[in-house]
């Protein structure tokens, strides 16, 4: 079976730093990807990890432990801009497995 | 820069009309996806093509069917549209990346069952 969990909602001041998490279970593994989508948008390509370890982009990081089934996106500077559902998704037999996403909301 | 394309980009219905949703792309990739979402709630897979002529379903069941005469077109189809068909459409491409595929997706066609 495929199992993917993240938390469902985030909220975080503005130039803080957040960790979005997310565990997955899933028949198979081919690459953890992450994705962002703002309101009423289709998703965006952020990230992808197939090795263990951080990935860096700018003030984007993701990190990926496969032996713990786990994985981190990390936002730096968070701007306003920055407020969106964040998809974590398992690659997997020319697919991919999407979490729910993570609502993120930034404040001022 | 990804080029895929769906039109319309919103459509407004009334019960019982047919209707086929359209998705192009001009990267020349061979699999292809169609993903329900409701607003707020997560992707749902509910068709895929891995190229001509072939398609396949996907984890949501749906009463949309889909074809794949050309590679670059991907469209959708409603026989009969309900108001519990209401929902956004997405479209999406892949290509290889590592030892996955990324997706490409479309802008979406938000769909509204009267």
């Known amino acids: 079976g495929q199992n993917i969990d993240q938390p469902t909602e985030m909220t975080a001041t503005e130039g803080a730093i957040v960790q979005i998490n997310c565990t997955y279970q899933t028949s198979g593994f081919n690459g953890l990807f992450w994705y962002q989508q703002h309101a009423g948008e289709a998703p965006t390509f952020l990230s992808y990890n197939v090795l263990d370890g951080l990935e860096e982009k700018g003030r984007f990081s993701s990190f990926l432990s496969r032996s713990k089934g786990y994985s981190y996106l990390l936002l730096k500077e968070l701007q306003m801009k920055d407020s969106a559902s964040y998809l974590c998704?398992?690659?997997?037999?020319?697919?991919?497995?999407f979490g729910a996403g993570t609502i993120l909301r930034v404040k001022s | 820069e990804a080029d895929i394309y769906q039109t319309p980009r919103y459509l407004v219905i009334g019960t019982g009309k047919k209707i086929t949703l359209e998705c192009s792309q001009t990267m020349g990739h061979d699999k292809m996806y169609w993903y329900q979402q409701d607003p707020g709630m997560e992707l749902h897979l509910i068709h895929y093509s891995y190229g001509v002529n072939s398609t396949e379903k996907g984890d949501l069941s749906s009463e949309s069917t889909v074809s794949r005469i050309r590679t670059e077109h991907f469209p959708l189809t409603l026989e009969s549209a309900r108001p519990s068909h209401t929902s956004q459409y997405l479209c999406a491409s892949s290509a290889p990346r590592g030892t996955g595929y990324e997706q490409y997706f479309g802008p979406g066609t938000r769909l509204t069952v009267t």
């Open positions: 998704a398992v690659s997997w037999r020319d697919k991919l497995v």
